[in-house]
């Protein structure tokens, strides 16, 4: 600390500079990065929602006239969305009637109790989202949907976020450092010459 009392008012000057632009920046950069990734996140959700929404509606005549293959093959078109890793059709005994797998040897997950009057509910696990979603056919549950997204966008999205705040946030310091060089002529130089 009293390193820093005996610093010239220019070195004092080009500090304040660089750590107020610095602070600055990280404030707005944590900002910027935190809500997109809720934002992100709210998205994945709503897409897993309405995957499991069309999954459910399609699946109904499946369900009521007991066809399982049928089911499987309109879960087969989940192929297309590369971050469903996996889903599952259930009965409304909680009895697994058709799924999906990217693995193979992925097991079908225990179904969690949903609140009263809740049809849905999503929650976040080894970097995947899951959603369970209730389906009622005139009132009554007939089936179970489960659907399961890898959130591995969202991880690399921060990284590149990280690199370019990283990126920027030297650039700024920089740009810092000169504007504090060149206001050390105009300002600290005149007042050094003042007090000699």
Known sequence: MSRIRDYSITKKLTWMNMLVSGAALLLACGAFITTDTILYRQGMVRNLSVEAQMIADNSVSALLFNDPKSAANTLAALHASPQVTAAWIYTPEGQPFANYRRDPKLQPPIL?????????????????LALVRFVTFHGKLTAIVY???????LYERLESYAQISLGVLVISLLAAFVISWISRRVVAKPIQDLSA
Do not use: A
């Open 112 to 128: 969690p109790d949903l609140p009263p009057g809740q049809t849905e509910v999503h929650w976040y696990k080894d970097r995947r």
């Open 147 to 153: 659907i399961e997204s890898d959130m591995g966008g």
